[in-house]
Each structure stands twice: as C-alpha cells, then as structure tokens.
C-alpha cells in the first residue's frame, strides 16, 4: 500500500514536470497572490459550451445503488432530459466501498452496485448518455470514502477503464494540500489515461480556481455548496450551506473568467427540490444567464410537470449554451428588481428582469434610457440607435420591440427573461 502510495506520488511529479508545468507554487494556501501555471497539455475542447447532466447529490446524497439509479436514466431518457441537450450522468459520493482493495484499488459498492461499476457505466451509455464519477483530493472524500491522494494515477486508471466520461473531484480532507498543484496532478492524470474525461474541480472557490484552473479542468465550483432556498442561507452543523441569491451575488465579481472549456460552476440546480415554481424558473433562468454548467439534481422519475418544463425549455438551454460562453452582467438594481444581460453569439442579447423583493412588481423599462455597457463582459448597445425585436423566453411569445417602453407585472421571486434579436 505504501509503496504502491510512492509509486503514484512520483509517477505525479514526473509527469506534471513533463506536461510543462512551470512551478512557480505557493507552498500552502495562504493568501498569497496566485499565480497562474504554465499547463502546455491542456485539455482540449472537451466542453466548448457548458457541461449539462444530471448529479446524484442534491437528492439522494450517499443513498445511491443500481436499481435506483438505472430507473434515473430511464427516466432522464423518457422525460425529454436527454432530448434537451443533457448529457452526463453523474455519481456523486458514496458509490464505493469504505477501503481500498488489497492492490489499493477503490471498488463500487457490491451491495449497491452487484454488478460492478463498468456493467452500470456501459448501461448509462446505451441510452446515449456520458457517465460521471466523484472523488476527492483528499485522504477521505466528505462522505468518508477513500480519497484519492497519493493514487491519482492509479484512480484515473480504473476510472478510464470503466469507461468514464466526467470526474467530480472534491475538496474534504485535505489538510495542507496545495489546491492548485493538487487539481494539477489529477488533471495529468486523467489526461496520462488517453480517455477525454472532464474535470469537474470542487474546492468550493476556496482558492480562487478561476485564475488558475482554465486548462487544468473544464469547470470549477466558484463557491460552497448550495441548498434549495431561494434567498436564505442554511446553517448545518458547522457549516452553511448557501441560497441561490448568495451564490449568484457572486458571480459577477468573476464573470470575465467565464468562457468555452473553463466554467464558473456555481453548483448544481435546485430546480424540483421544494423551491415555489417561480423560484425554480428564476434559479434556472438566472444560471442560464451566467453561461453556467447545468447539473440537474432532482428525482427525475417524479418531477412535475412544471419542473420538467423548467428544466427542458429549450429556448432558456439555448442562451445557457450559447457559444461565446460569456457570463451576464447586473446592469441595475432597483428596491429589489434587477436587470441582468448577456451577450449572444448572433448578435442578440439575452435580458433577465429578476424580482428578488418579497412583493410582485412592475416593471416599466424605457430601453432608450438605458444604454447596456460593460467592457469585460463584451456588452455595448445604445437603444436609442438600434431597434431589438423581443421574445418572451417563458411564454414563448414574441412581444414588440426595444422602441416602446416595456411595461409587465412581475411575481416575487420570478423572472421576466427576454430574447432580443436585431
Ligand atoms: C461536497 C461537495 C458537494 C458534494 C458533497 C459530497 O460538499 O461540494 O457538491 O459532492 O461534498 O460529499
């Protein structure tokens, strides 16, 4: 186990040392300013626009296994997921056993998994779907599973056997680790298997990824974890877990770094986990407006109608797909009601009105009076020289032009979210 242990260790250094990697590291995870490192063995093109799948954990957290799960993806199938652009299906904690095995392998579960995890991997990928797994840098991930510190070569090995398509990797238990070097070795690693796997990097913007992690993995958590509440944030135990406004406040500190193949994740969606109906379009809306992943985490096999309505409008998947991959910007804030915009790769933008305020509101906007400028994320538009046709992406409909003043009701905690074209 010890040696075994080494022999990954060194394996790492060598080949980050061999990908180019110019080390100028911080030896500890001060606050020190980061630097960012030289990766010449990027990852590619592996998520030109922003992963979209499905993640055990919101719901279902360690209580996974086969039968379950396969009814998941029958369901992720059945229900227009997939259809919608949905890809990954991934496992998020506690799918192994709580030891490695005597060559230091981890093993599924064989209680939840009898059949092992390559039979569940082919499965997932029958129905056209990619297969996601989860790990942690740490000795122990934060369910106490083994972790995959000091066998990052060995882990990457058996997950691309197993045919894996998309690794989470987590942050618990890591004492003094380096975050940036320790995403570095994983990252080698997985690109040392030959297989394209996405790197999906959770160290929850501890240690600001978004400086660094742009060819080490294709996204990276920008934040703690989140929980189905709409405005209120969660004490649990010794830790908070954060609402949706809380996470998207911080989004624009670091939209500029948003882009095809390095994503800001904000974490995964809430959407059908007991938020009211206009909560959910608002939350999906507005990760749509950020160019977000988007990572289901709903039971699948029971969501209303309305939830799959939410989750599959394809209309709000389009600007969340959206190929220049930039971030939205906050152009106002008004006693509670926002206006968010986002640029379009054909020349449109995308417009969220957001009432974040506890009453219905109304929204009286004179385009004209409000020319649209923010250098980083790319956004320039004087309405007073350029004419918009606007499209509800809600309702569907189309409903007038920039030219008059745009005047709706709006619920609290809902969105207005509009398509303009020229
Ligand atoms: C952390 C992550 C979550 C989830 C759990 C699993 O809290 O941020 O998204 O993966 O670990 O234990």
Redesign the pocket.
Known sequence: MKNNRLRNVSLAVLMVLSAGYAANAQTNDGAAPVVVAKVEATTGNLAPTPPMGWNT?NTFQTNIDEPLLKGMVEAYVSSGMRDAGYRYFVL??GWMTMERDQNGDLVADPKKFPNGMKAFADYVHSKGLKFGI?NCAGNK???GYPGTRGHEYQDARLYASWGVDFL?Y?W?NTDSLNAREAYITMSSALKATGRPIVFSL?E?GNHQPWLWAKGVGELY?TTG?ITANFDKDKRINNWTALSVMTILDKQPAIAQYNGPNHWNDPDMLEVGNGMTFNEDRAHFSMWCMLSAPLAAGNDLRKMSAQTQGILTNKEAIAIDQDKLGLSASRISSDNGLEVWVKTLADGGLAVCFLNRSATPQNISYSWKDHPFKNETVNLDVDFSKVNYKLHDVWTKKDIGTTKREFKQAIASHDVVMLRLSK
């Open positions: 954990w998020d904690d989860y991930t934060c369910a989470k987590d618990c959770c929850w958590r974890d």
